[in-house]
């Protein structure tokens, strides 16, 4: 790039700089909130990353390329995407304002186009690089698609996070020549300068995992004066500094500056820069790759000559580049004072009247702008899979099945669909056939990115590894397996072809990775997983694999379908809706009583239960009815006035469950009847669903001042308000709640304690989840009306 260009990017940068910095400002000094709140921002975090930013979307990047942005540089991402004229001038004043510009980049809140969420750290660097995964497969399943490379700008406080690491070194992630990874190496965290430099441990880190990696240390003028003589001892005494010193230099000047440079220095060193005025020798000192334009871009270049492995690049930058504050200890969420900004204006040539004015059109740098901003224009990508997803598999349910068996033989019946087959990709972290995808596995194989050969033979697994698999295997990282499923759930957008992705882990182990998993449906990706086996029933593994609050977990997940199906046949619907509504992209599918836009998170069990009492309900209701029913969340197992019709005069009581404990809240219900007391038995096999009905009528009732109504998925299950009992293999409170949607006195039954090891039976008498508890619980229902 010659001299003419560079000066062009570098009055590009400056406008960017400034519109960054006035971004945060607007937002804390022109806006009044009214509530006392500091609404804060990140200056200094932002100027760190304008040379690079401006060198990737200005000069490198092509329209099918996807970044995640550094969480603290969202400012930057929108100046330049207002620069490129894909942003209305009247967000810039509206950082974290509602309706605004969100406080770190957002998939779905945000105005302008953002490739990945950001701002739980560690998560948005990983993202592109699952995405990159998704694409590899993408690529070898339904042909090769536009070349893509996926970019993470990422704080070097960032690589503290662990995720980072799981990433890199899981077999997955290898041989991704189109992931760059930039790391904005500023040498300080939120508190403090980090005392020291980890870059040689990183580096190692890095290449141990078999990633190219790139350094960005100085700028031209550092470069220049290490060629001159003597330039190599005055390289040898920066590299040997200690960090807060060098640091430190940024916020002084004249003499100040000379004296702190030399502080400790080795003979020679002030010899070699007594030449220099003060005005010359802050700028040479002060010289990191980070922000010289020409050094950025010649790294792009050399990661993207590299094919065959990831890169990252450490680009030396300041914390606040450009802004009085640079180098401040303290600068990381610090603001400019009024009277600063009125400086900075003045010094980037603007005044009020024009300084949120984009580039002159005219302009070279302005028609670089209109160039650019053609170059990245992107068509429309369409989200619907386009195909018919059925109603159900018909999965046969001739003898006790459970729930886990039952979804693996439901993917199997889905493979063997011509339509829906191509479209399903499972994954699990060393968990596949502990959690029943062999059946699946054994039909469409392990996805590897060339043919790998098979040296054991196993009659119950064949583990085929080749480009047609479709099976994606991780490593044992809960966090990994969340990134690719939020990463496969949006390949419709990321890489051009809607997918089904399924995930299973162990229950318990979902929170080990409950920040990826959140992370993927903030981003609004969809997709399914399992979680099983769960709760205490799975009895001898005792209390660390014993799951009680996930089901909590779903219920209040945003963007998350819960469900809990008991029986084959229910789980069978369930399943089958959740990829209806994924293949049909945003619309819901017509069993669904909410419009869903989300993932899709199944509790499931080992504990295999006889399918008779499903069958006694689907004789008594049709199965469209029922099938209704059972996608809305709840149906009535037992109608204690048709099996008991002697109880007409009888007190009447409910048994609502989920899952694996129905065999007990059977029994209770026939113990109860032989008492002389009528029992109903709900199953609920979506909590989730159950309760989003409530909350909409109730939320509909407080906005219009009218008495809630109770939503149609409650009526058609509980029908008459009886005294409740509730009982869930899971913590008491996830299903306590339906006492207070029904309006009746309510027992709620359910783990409450860390588990132990024991039999079924064992564990469900100390945590009164055996037939004569139940019972108990139902006399005091009755008790408290």
Same mark, same amino acid.
């Given at each position: 790039?010659?001299?003419?260009?560079?000066?062009?990017?570098?009055?590009?940068?400056?406008?960017?700089?400034?519109?960054?910095?006035?971004?945060?400002?607007?937002?804390?000094?022109?806006?009044?909130?009214?509530?006392?709140?500091?609404?804060?921002?990140?200056?200094?975090?932002?100027?760190?990353?304008?040379?690079?930013?401006?060198?990737?979307?200005?000069?490198?990047?092509?329209?099918?390329?996807?970044?995640?942005?550094?969480?603290?540089?969202?400012?930057?991402?929108?100046?330049?995407?207002?620069?490129?004229?894909?942003?209305?001038?009247?967000?810039?004043?509206?950082?974290?304002?509602?309706?605004?510009?969100?406080?770190?980049?957002?998939?779905?809140?945000?105005?302008?186009?953002?490739?990945?969420?950001?701002?739980?750290?560690?998560?948005?660097?990983?993202?592109?690089?699952?995405?990159?995964?998704?694409?590899?497969?993408?690529?070898?399943?339904?042909?090769?698609?536009?070349?893509?490379?996926?970019?993470?700008?990422?704080?070097?406080?960032?690589?503290?996070?662990?995720?980072?690491?799981?990433?890199?070194?899981?077999?997955?992630?290898?041989?991704?020549?189109?992931?760059?990874?930039?790391?904005?190496?500023?040498?300080?965290?939120?508190?403090?300068?980090?005392?020291?430099?980890?870059?040689?441990?990183?580096?190692?880190?890095?290449?141990?995992?078999?990633?190219?990696?790139?350094?960005?240390?100085?700028?031209?003028?550092?470069?220049?004066?290490?060629?001159?003589?003597?330039?190599?001892?005055?390289?040898?005494?920066?590299?040997?500094?200690?960090?807060?010193?060098?640091?430190?230099?940024?916020?002084?000047?004249?003499?100040?500056?000379?004296?702190?440079?030399?502080?400790?220095?080795?003979?020679?060193?002030?010899?070699?820069?007594?030449?220099?005025?003060?005005?010359?020798?802050?700028?040479?000192?002060?010289?990191?790759?980070?922000?010289?334009?020409?050094?950025?871009?010649?790294?792009?270049?050399?990661?993207?000559?590299?094919?065959?492995?990831?890169?990252?690049?450490?680009?030396?930058?300041?914390?606040?580049?450009?802004?009085?504050?640079?180098?401040?200890?303290?600068?990381?969420?610090?603001?400019?004072?009024?009277?600063?900004?009125?400086?900075?204006?003045?010094?980037?040539?603007?005044?009020?009247?024009?300084?949120?004015?984009?580039?002159?059109?005219?302009?070279?740098?302005?028609?670089?702008?209109?160039?650019?901003?053609?170059?990245?224009?992107?068509?429309?990508?369409?989200?619907?899979?386009?195909?018919?997803?059925?109603?159900?598999?018909?999965?046969?349910?001739?003898?006790?099945?459970?729930?886990?068996?039952?979804?693996?033989?439901?993917?199997?019946?889905?493979?063997?669909?011509?339509?829906?087959?191509?479209?399903?990709?499972?994954?699990?972290?060393?968990?596949?056939?502990?959690?029943?995808?062999?059946?699946?596995?054994?039909?469409?194989?392990?996805?590897?990115?060339?043919?790998?050969?098979?040296?054991?033979?196993?009659?119950?697994?064949?583990?085929?590894?080749?480009?047609?698999?479709?099976?994606?295997?991780?490593?044992?990282?809960?966090?990994?397996?969340?990134?690719?499923?939020?990463?496969?759930?949006?390949?419709?957008?990321?890489?051009?072809?809607?997918?089904?992705?399924?995930?299973?882990?162990?229950?318990?182990?979902?929170?080990?990775?409950?920040?990826?998993?959140?992370?993927?449906?903030?981003?609004?990706?969809?997709?399914?997983?399992?979680?099983?086996?769960?709760?205490?029933?799975?009895?001898?593994?005792?209390?660390?694999?014993?799951?009680?609050?996930?089901?909590?977990?779903?219920?209040?997940?945003?963007?998350?379908?819960?469900?809990?199906?008991?029986?084959? &046949? /229910? %789980? =069978?619907? +369930?399943?089958?809706?959740?990829?209806?509504?994924?293949? $049909? *992209?945003?619309?819901? !599918?017509?069993?669904?009583?909410?419009?869903?836009?989300?993932?899709?998170?199944?509790?499931?069990?080992?504990?295999?239960?006889?399918?008779?009492?499903?069958?006694?309900?689907?004789?008594?209701?049709?199965?469209?009815?029922?099938?209704?029913?059972?996608?809305?969340?709840?149906?009535?197992?037992?109608?204690?006035?048709?099996?008991?019709?002697?109880?007409?005069?009888?007190?009447?009581?409910?048994?609502?469950?989920?899952?694996?404990?129905?065999?007990?809240?059977?029994?209770?219900?026939?113990?109860?009847?032989?008492?002389?007391?009528?029992?109903?038995?709900?199953?609920? &096999? /979506? %909590? =989730?669903? +159950?309760?989003?009905?409530?909350?909409?009528?109730?939320? $509909? *009732?407080?906005?219009? !001042?009218?008495?809630?109504?109770?939503?149609?998925?409650?009526?058609?299950?509980?029908?008459?308000?009886?005294?409740?009992?509730?009982?869930?293999?899971?913590?008491?409170?996830?299903?306590?709640?339906?006492?207070?949607?029904?309006?009746?006195?309510?027992?709620?039954?359910?783990?409450?304690?860390?588990?132990?090891?024991?039999?079924?039976?064992?564990?469900?008498?100390?945590?009164?989840?055996?037939?004569?508890?139940?019972?108990?619980?139902?006399?005091?229902?009755?008790?408290?009306?």
């Amino acid at each position: 790039m010659n001299e003419h260009d560079l000066d062009v990017l570098d009055e590009i940068q400056r406008r960017v700089l400034w519109l960054a910095t006035r971004i945060v400002d607007a937002a804390n000094h022109d806006r009044d909130t009214g509530d006392g709140v500091k609404v804060g921002g990140h200056q200094a975090s932002s100027a760190s990353l304008v040379t690079a930013m401006t060198a990737l979307w200005f000069a490198h990047l092509d329209a099918e390329d996807r970044v995640a942005v550094k969480p603290h540089a969202s400012p930057v991402f929108h100046a330049i995407q207002y620069l490129l004229g894909n942003l209305d001038r009247s967000y810039l004043p509206r950082l974290r304002a509602r309706g605004g510009l969100q406080s770190y980049p957002s998939r779905t809140k945000d105005p302008d186009e953002v490739d990945f969420s950001t701002g739980s750290v560690g998560l948005g660097a990983a993202a592109p690089l699952f995405a990159a995964v998704t694409r590899r497969y993408v690529d070898a399943h339904f042909g090769v698609r536009p070349h893509s490379r996926f970019v993470a700008l990422i704080g070097d406080a960032e690589l503290d996070e662990g995720n980072i690491w799981e990433a890199v070194a899981d077999p997955a992630t290898t041989g991704l020549g189109n992931v760059m990874w930039l790391v904005d190496f500023n040498r300080q965290s939120l508190d403090r300068v980090v005392p020291g430099i980890r870059i040689d441990q990183w580096r190692g880190q890095f290449e141990a995992a078999g990633w190219h990696v790139v350094e960005v240390k100085y700028g031209r003028r550092l470069a220049q004066a290490y060629a001159r003589p003597g330039g190599a001892a005055l390289r040898d005494w920066i590299d040997r500094m200690p960090n807060e010193q060098y640091q430190s230099l940024f916020g002084l000047a004249g003499p100040a500056l000379r004296q702190q440079f030399l502080d400790g220095a080795p003979t020679g060193i002030a010899e070699f820069i007594a030449d220099l005025t003060d005005e010359e020798l802050a700028p040479l000192v002060t010289d990191l790759g980070g922000h010289d334009l020409q050094a950025m871009l010649d790294a792009y270049a050399q990661c993207d000559a590299v094919t065959d492995r990831p890169s990252v690049v450490f680009a030396y930058t300041v914390k606040g580049w450009g802004l009085p504050l640079a180098g401040n200890p303290r600068n990381h969420s610090a603001l400019l004072s009024t009277d600063q900004i009125e400086v900075l204006r003045t010094a980037h040539g603007l005044t009020t009247a024009t300084e949120w004015d984009r580039l002159d059109p005219a302009s070279p740098a302005g028609i670089r702008a209109g160039a650019r901003r053609e170059a990245l224009a992107r068509m429309p990508r369409q989200r619907s899979l386009g195909v018919s997803v059925p109603e159900t598999t018909g999965v046969r349910t001739h003898k006790p099945i459970s729930t886990q068996e039952a979804f693996g033989r439901v993917l199997v019946e889905l493979a063997r669909d011509p339509q829906v087959a191509p479209y399903l990709v499972t994954t699990a972290p060393d968990v596949a056939t502990s959690t029943n995808l062999a059946g699946f596995i054994n039909k469409t194989g392990v996805f590897a990115p060339t043919e790998r050969r098979s040296w054991s033979q196993d009659r119950m697994l064949r583990w085929t590894e080749s480009p047609a698999g479709q099976h994606i295997e991780l490593g044992i990282s809960e966090m990994n397996l969340f990134l690719l499923l939020g990463q496969l759930g949006l390949s419709w957008d990321l890489s051009g072809q809607p997918l089904l992705p399924v995930g299973t882990v162990y229950d318990p182990f979902v929170l080990r990775g409950l920040d990826a998993f959140l992370y993927g449906t903030y981003s609004g990706s969809r997709f399914v997983v399992a979680g099983t086996p769960s709760g205490v029933t799975l009895a001898p593994e005792g209390g660390a694999h014993q799951s009680t609050i996930t089901a909590s977990v779903g219920l209040e997940l945003p963007g998350v379908t819960f469900c809990e199906p008991a029986y084959a &046949t /229910s %789980l =069978d619907w +369930l399943l089958c809706d959740a990829f209806g509504q994924i293949a $049909q *992209g945003a619309a819901p !599918a017509a069993t669904a009583a909410p419009a869903e836009d989300g993932a899709y998170y199944f509790r499931l069990s080992t504990r295999p239960l006889d399918q008779t009492p499903f069958e006694a309900a689907r004789g008594r209701l049709s199965d469209a009815v029922l099938r209704r029913q059972v996608v809305a969340g709840a149906y009535r197992l037992v109608d204690a006035h048709q099996a008991y019709p002697h109880l007409v005069d009888a007190p009447v009581v409910t048994l609502a469950a989920s899952g694996a404990v129905l065999p007990e809240v059977l029994a209770a219900a026939a113990e109860l009847a032989d008492e002389g007391i009528a029992a109903h038995v709900v199953d609920v &096999t /979506s %909590l =989730d669903r +159950l309760y989003r009905a409530w909350q909409r009528t109730l939320r $509909q *009732g407080v906005r219009t !001042a009218t008495v809630p109504s109770v939503p149609g998925a409650l009526r058609a299950a509980f029908g008459d308000r009886t005294p409740l009992v509730t009982v869930h293999d899971a913590a008491s409170h996830a299903m306590a709640w339906l006492g207070s949607a029904l309006g009746v006195p309510a027992v709620p039954l359910g783990v409450d304690e860390f588990g132990q090891s024991g039999s079924v039976r064992e564990l469900y008498e100390l945590h009164d989840l055996l037939p004569g508890s139940i019972v108990n619980a139902a006399l005091a229902a009755l008790s408290l009306r």
